[in-house]
């Protein structure tokens, strides 16, 4: 699961496989957010039940990368699991990971104390879905080429977990896939990293760097394969991204005018990989869908607002969209390079 990703780097630029010119090589990019990570898998299910034609979701793209919740559902697209399943998972396990506050004060302070101290949430709760969901698969058993960024502590380090869709991608294949998903899902204040006792090191979330992961899949599309920017196509799902905003005499004040930054940062690093992905393609050929206005206030932990308007939030947006959305499941893709044998 872990190596050095800095030291192992290339010296040389990566050889690019072939790709057929006339070809189209698709992307599905799905952005981190918590349990609002329903809305993507309602825009999802919708998807397969319209367009689907009885086939397995990731056979009409061609990679699909996702950070946090959205690294959990590209997993289990990954696997063939159907978007029905996924969206149980928001649906029951999520009321598990994400439970509501205590109704009494007592049990509301005690909360909060724990959150000043430690995690706000039981990282048991999710790893014990993970373990249900996705049993003994591997990374490279997913019939899709899948890129899942995370971060590492304590020596400060990105990583994005690959398929072995390339002959220089030979380790994370071997990686079991509920641990990938719990390496980029882990958010901090919310979720205990995950440790890697081997190394000493910690995987948390890779929302920290990456929330948006667009521009992380487009760089692998176009370092792995010999890809001209006109034939590639993306369709991008975020889950809301609600600006930080500070009155102007807080900006210049100190830690405690500044203390929710972390917000700042993932709100300029989102809303910066879609300007750059469509500065890069043109606007035509990466179409992104995402809550906005009030939607986009809902908390990463809010299960019950998520579940009471995000749903109804999809389907409207799924509806509006529709013809836009259709020519991503013109077709399906042909499958996918194995350079290395998982298991």
């Known amino acids: 699961m872990f190596t050095d990703r800095r030291g192992n780097s290339l010296a040389t630029q990566r050889v690019r496989q072939p790709w057929p010119k006339e070809k189209i090589f698709k992307i599905l990019s799905l952005d981190g957010g918590g349990i609002k990570g329903i809305y993507t898998a309602e825009i999802l299910r919708r998807c ?141 204040t919310y979720l205990k990293g995950l440790e890697h006792e081997e190394s000493g090191r910690i995987f948390i979330d890779g929302g920290v760097w990456a929330n948006n992961p667009v521009m992380v899949a487009l760089v692998d599309a176009l370092s792995a394969y010999d890809l001209a920017f006109n034939q590639i196509e993306i369709f991008s799902i975020g889950t809301g991204n609600s600006p930080f905003e500070l009155r102007k005499p807080d900006v210049f004040r100190g830690l405690v005018a500044w203390r929710e930054a972390i917000k700042a940062a993932m709100f300029l690093t989102t809303d910066n990989a879609t300007a750059q992905a469509k500065l890069l393609l043109g606007p035509d050929q990466c179409f992104r869908l995402e809550p906005s206005g009030e939607y986009a206030s809902i908390e990463m932990d809010d299960y019950d607002r998520a579940f009471a308007l995000l749903p109804d939030l999809a389907a409207r947006d799924f509806d509006k969209n529709r013809e836009i959305i259709a020519r991503f499941f013109a077709d399906t893709v042909s499958p996918r390079e194995r350079h290395h044998a998982a298991g």
């Open 48 to 188: 397969e039940e319209s367009f689907g034609k009885g086939e397995s979701f990731a056979r009409y793209f061609d990679m699909i990368s996702g950070t946090s919740t959205g690294g959990i559902i590209s997993l289990g697209l990954g696997l063939g699991i159907p978007t029905t399943d996924i969206t149980a998972f928001y649906r029951d396990d999520g009321r598990r990971i994400f439970p509501p506050l205590p109704v009494r004060l007592p049990g509301r302070a005690r909360r909060f104390w724990n959150w000043l101290h430690g995690p706000k949430l039981m990282h048991e709760e999710l790893e014990t879905a993970l373990k249900s969901r996705f049993g003994g698969h591997l990374l490279g058993h997913s019939m899709t080429r899948l890129v899942i960024p995370a971060f590492m502590m304590p020596k400060t380090e990105i990583a994005v977990f690959k398929t072995d869709h390339h002959e220089d991608f030979r380790n994370d294949h071997l990686t079991p896939m509920w641990k990938v998903a719990r390496a980029t899902s882990a958010a901090p």
